[in-house]
Antibody
Framework: EVRLVESGGGLEQPGRSLRLSCGAS????????MHWVRQVPGKGLEWVAG????????GYGDSVKGRFTISRDNANGAVYLQMNNLRSEDTALYYC?????????????WGQGTVVTVSP | DIQMTQSPSSLSAAVGDGVTLTCRAS??????LNWYQKKEGKAPKLLIY???GLHSGVPSRFSGSGSGTNFSLTITSLQPEDSAIYFC????????FGQGTRVDI
């Protein structure tokens, strides 16, 4: 079965760090770009970060540049989001998503998400 | 950075109606434009990629058009299950989502 499973969310204080993980199964991870997208309850979707198939290109949304880092481990079927210097506005449901190709194109497969709450 | 603006912010229509949602980019994105359907409590679902490509398994009543800076998503013969929020996304330069259009049936 083709699926993505996010983990690593939870409650953390402002200024601290969290690392989200995304486990991929049922397809060759190395053939596709991967992304993180978040949604604050009741709000829209926000693209957080993306990484090309071989990590040659990484992109970030303006609100997380310099604080978040996306990485991938194709051999172990995983994608990560290192979140540093967390802010209250980072509180959201974080989705991992698979692209339809090796570079940035369209997000065809999504996980169910992991919740991040940033609060004192 | 590229900004995406969707209109209208919401609309209401009846079963069987046709509707058109629009998405405008702040600069040209060629055809790097995708459309997603988002229902409460569910992950987003890809409908249209590359401005006009129908994703596998998506009903043919959904169609996309446009290029450059102006794009549209048309839903013909609305069904009850089409009630959702629809988002556009550009992937020409990094990526950005529009703010969404809520469609109530």
């Amino acid at each position: 079965e083709v699926r993505l499973v996010e983990s690593g969310g939870g409650l953390e204080q402002p200024g601290r760090s969290l690392r989200l993980s995304c486990g991929a199964s049922g397809f060759n991870l190395e053939d596709y770009a991967m992304h993180w997208v978040r949604q604050v309850p009741g709000k829209g979707l926000e693209w957080v970060a993306g990484v090309s198939w071989n990590s040659g290109y990484k992109g970030y949304g303006d609100s997380v540049k310099g604080r978040f880092t996306i990485s991938r481990d194709n051999a172990n079927g995983a994608v990560y989001l290192q979140m540093n210097n967390l802010r209250s506005e980072d509180t959201a449901l974080y989705y991992c998503a698979k692209d339809i190709e090796a570079g940035f194109n369209a997000l065809e497969l999504w996980g169910q998400g992991t919740v991040v709450t940033v609060s004192p | 950075d590229i900004q995406m603006t969707q209109s209208p912010s919401s609309l209401s229509a009846a079963v069987g109606d046709g509707v058109t949602l629009t998405c405008r980019a702040s600069q040209t994105i060629h055809n790097y434009l995708n459309w997603y359907q988002k229902k409460e409590g569910k992950a987003p679902k890809l409908l249209i990629y590359g401005a006009s490509g129908l994703h596998s398994g998506v009903p043919s009543r959904f169609s996309g058009s446009g290029s450059g800076t102006n794009f549209s998503l048309t839903i013909t013969s609305l069904q009850p299950e089409d009630s959702a929020i629809y988002f556009c996304q550009q992937t020409y330069s990094a990526s950005t989502f529009g703010q969404g259009t809520r469609v109530d049936i």
